[in-house]
Each structure stands twice: as structure tokens, then as C-alpha cells.
């Protein structure tokens, strides 16, 4: 079992900035990849950005070079600095991770860019 959970979302002005973070705790060491998701009303769940174990990342096309995925292993976390905001990152964002073919998600957290 893996639970996550996300915080630092929120409302900022097109052009700001938020850092998102997703504390994991439970079965921890099984985890390989940590991922953020965002999903917008009337939208599918679409990844953001993914971090390995090792520190290898990946990044949606729309994202990249604005948002920055970083993990905290000794303190079991990843984090997401999102830069340049604009209103179509508007979403409510997710943390994930699959262990033993089990898809884990946090409960979500809201960031609201208005222009």
C-alpha cells in the first residue's frame, strides 16, 4: 500500500508561479517513478511529468521548459515548480505511482490560473 498526498495548490495570475508537493509514505521503497497528472473540467487526466527512481524525467510537450519535477528521496517526496502559469494549466493536479502493477493517486489538489 502507497498513499500520496499532494498540497501547495492554489490561485495565482497568468504569468505566476505555484510548487506543487506529493508526500508518499507506506510501502515507499517499492516505488520506481513518481508522476504528476492534471485533469481539466471536461478533459482527460493527461500527464504532466514523471521522475525515476534515478532521477531520470519526462515531461508533456505543453509544459516543458515552465515545469520542473524534482524528488526529495530522503524525505520521500516530489515536488513540481511550475513557472510562466497560464489559464490553460488550470486543472486539478494529481500525484501517482504504480507498484505492483497497483495505480496509486493522491486525492488531488486544485491550481486556478487566471488571466
Known amino acids: 500500500q502507497v498513499q500520496l498526498v499532494e498540497s501547495g495548490g492554489g490561485l495565482v495570475q497568468a504569468g505566476g508561479s505555484l510548487r506543487l508537493s506529493c508526500a508518499a509514505s507506506g510501502s515507499i521503497g517499492s516505488i520506481k517513478y513518481l508522476a504528476w497528472y492534471r485533469q481539466a473540467p471536461g478533459k482527460q487526466r493527461e500527464l504532466v511529468a514523471a521522475i525515476t527512481s534515478g532521477g531520470t524525467t519526462n515531461y508533456a510537450g505543453s509544459v516543458k521548459g515552465r515545469f520542473t519535477i524534482s524528488r526529495d528521496n530522503a524525505k520521500n517526496t516530489v515536488y513540481l515548480q511550475m513557472n510562466s502559469l497560464k489559464p490553460e494549466d488550470t486543472a486539478v493536479y494529481y500525484c501517482?505511482?504504480?507498484?505492483?502493477?497497483?495505480?496509486?493517486w493522491g486525492q488531488g489538489t486544485q491550481v486556478t490560473v487566471s488571466s
Open positions: 501517482n505511482t504504480v507498484v505492483l502493477s497497483t495505480n496509486y
